[in-house]
């Protein structure tokens, strides 16, 4: 057990829709990041957070945004949902500072099924 | 900027032979590496890391990775494969200096052959 937990864990939707996935990181953890897994683009890195505040973007569609509260949980949300968007999207936390040599704890993911 | 590459996005070994997965990565600065593991249906997990002490890294599951600078490689193995090392390894790259930003290579699925 990582610690980090991501719900809900499967989800199954329909194309323009829209969804929000959830992430506790673990205790702590001051850093959460968001990735996207498909067969055929592999682990594609989203967005990361720390401590509320956007950290640096990835490969982020505008139809997607994601925020991290005060408690430090973190949402992402995916709008306008199309079939290429299904996935297995991951939650991961580190540090408790923002510089550190630390490794991500990952969640189980949440996989999107979009019909 | 960083990346990682990862040779032979499949490998398959005979169980109790050697596994080797490469890894080469490219950063500006004194890289920390990783390798992590994916079981099915599952998440990421740690496999072991690289932050500028030891050069040879052991693991969990009798895994281990050199740390190669003027190769810049930090390639996993390990001497004998177990049936449950089958699974997805990949290999990582971060830099504290970019505020922890992590890049993963695309990914090595092992396959383990009785």
């Known amino acids: 057990d990582s610690g980090v937990t991501q719900t809900p864990k499967h989800l199954i939707t329909a194309t323009g829709q829209r969804v929000t996935l959830r992430c506790s990181p673990r205790?702590?953890?001051?850093?959460v990041y968001w990735y996207q897994q498909s067969l055929d683009q592999g682990l594609q890195f989203l967005i990361q957070?720390?401590?509320?505040?956007?950290?640096a973007k990835g490969n982020i569609l505008e139809r997607f945004s994601a925020q991290q509260f005060p408690d430090l949980h973190s949402e992402l949300n995916l709008s306008s949902l199309e079939l290429g968007d299904s996935a297995l999207y991951f939650c991961?936390?580190?540090?408790?500072?923002?510089?550190?040599?630390?490794?991500?704890?990952f969640g189980e993911g949440s996989r999107l099924t979009v019909l | 900027a960083q990346s990682v590459t990862q040779l032979g996005s499949h490998v398959s070994v005979s169980e109790g032979a050697l596994v080797l997965l490469r890894c080469n990565y490219s950063?500006?600065?004194?890289?920390?590496l990783f390798w992590y593991v994916q079981y099915p249906n599952q998440g990421l997990q740690l496999l072991l890391k690289?932050?500028?002490?030891?050069?040879l890294v052991k693991g969990i599951n009798g895994f281990e990775a050199e740390f190669k600078k003027s190769e810049t490689s930090f390639h996993l193995t390990k001497p004998s494969a177990h049936m449950s090392d089958a699974a997805e390894y990949f290999c990582?790259?971060?830099?504290?200096?970019?505020?922890?930003?992590?890049?993963f290579g695309t990914g090595t699925s092992l396959t383990v052959i009785p």
């Open positions: 991961a936390s580190s540090g408790r500072q923002l510089r550190n040599t630390g490794e991500l704890f």
């Open positions: 205790s702590g953890d001051l850093s």
């Open positions: 957070y720390y401590n509320g505040e956007e950290r």
């Open positions: 950063s500006s600065v004194p890289p920390y």
């Open positions: 690289y932050t500028s002490a030891a050069t």
């Open positions: 990582a790259v971060s830099e504290m200096d970019t505020g922890n930003q992590f890049y």
